[in-house]
């Protein structure tokens, strides 16, 4: 199956910096979305990107899906941006076969 | 109210005990899955379901069956719990065409003594 590595594993930022979070994976994707689980467990779809730039708001992502990878930027970093960040791709337009990496975890500080 | 629901949200039970993790979802999706979250891992697919007559196994079945008892319905049992069943679990929902976008429950925390 498909590997996905994220990187970095773990990520401490002062409130107001910029960031940026790496998915890499090993095969060809027509799907590939970004989540953010904030410490209360709770996981928000935040991209669904398997190709292109998107933005919303403060975060935008982009996919360049020939040389397969996929970058999230945060900008202006708030303590709500807290948690951790999953990548998550499969190389089937469905989710059922959705590979998920193990994380980028993120913690803003005041 | 939350699209996607899940009951109960924390569990402790013991070793050999039956227990239903319950998802209900008012976001009309005819896609519904259960996943698994172990602490420093990533997702992993346990079952899904494309619709009321279709279940199928994922990643990590063995010692989980599941029932679609309706489109909104999906649950999850654990027939005989196990320490190593211990985990954070998550039901998802996903409309039908692509991309297949998917829409998580807040968590079941389950604990196996």
């Known amino acids: 199956g498909i590997q996905v590595e994220q990187s970095p594993p773990d990520l401490i930022l002062q409130e107001g910096a910029n960031s940026t979070l790496r998915c890499n994976f090993s095969?060809?994707?027509?799907?590939l979305q970004w989540f953010h689980q904030n410490p209360w467990g709770q996981l928000i779809n935040l991209f669904y990107?398997?190709?292109g730039t998107k933005q919303n708001g403060r975060l935008s992502a982009t996919t360049v899906a020939t040389e397969r990878y996929s970058l999230l930027y945060i900008s202006s970093s708030q303590t709500t941006d807290s948690g951790v960040y999953f990548c998550?791709?499969?190389?089937?337009?469905?989710?059922?076969?959705?590979?998920f990496g193990t994380g980028t975890r993120l913690q803003v500080t005041l | 109210d939350a699209d996607v629901t899940q009951t109960p949200r924390n569990r402790i039970t013991k070793t050999g005990k039956r227990i239903m993790l319950e998802c209900s979802q008012t976001?009309?999706?005819?896609?519904m899955y259960w996943y698994r979250q172990d602490p420093g891992l990533g997702l992993r697919l346990i079952y899904y379901?494309?619709?009321?007559?279709?279940?199928n196994k994922g990643e990590i079945s063995d010692g989980y069956s599941v029932s679609r008892q309706a489109q909104a319905k999906f649950s999850l049992s654990l027939e005989s719990a196990i320490p190593n069943q211990t985990a954070l679990y998550f039901c998802?929902?996903?409309?039908?065409?692509?991309?297949?976008?998917?829409?998580f429950g807040e968590g079941s925390r389950l604990t196996v003594l």
């Open positions: 998802a929902t996903s409309d039908t065409g692509v991309p297949g976008e998917l829409f």
């Open positions: 379901s494309f619709d009321v007559k279709d279940i």
């Open positions: 990107i398997p190709s």
């Open positions: 998550a791709v499969a190389n089937t337009g469905t989710a059922s076969k959705l590979t």
């Open positions: 976001k009309g999706h005819d896609r």
């Open positions: 095969d060809s994707v027509n799907n």
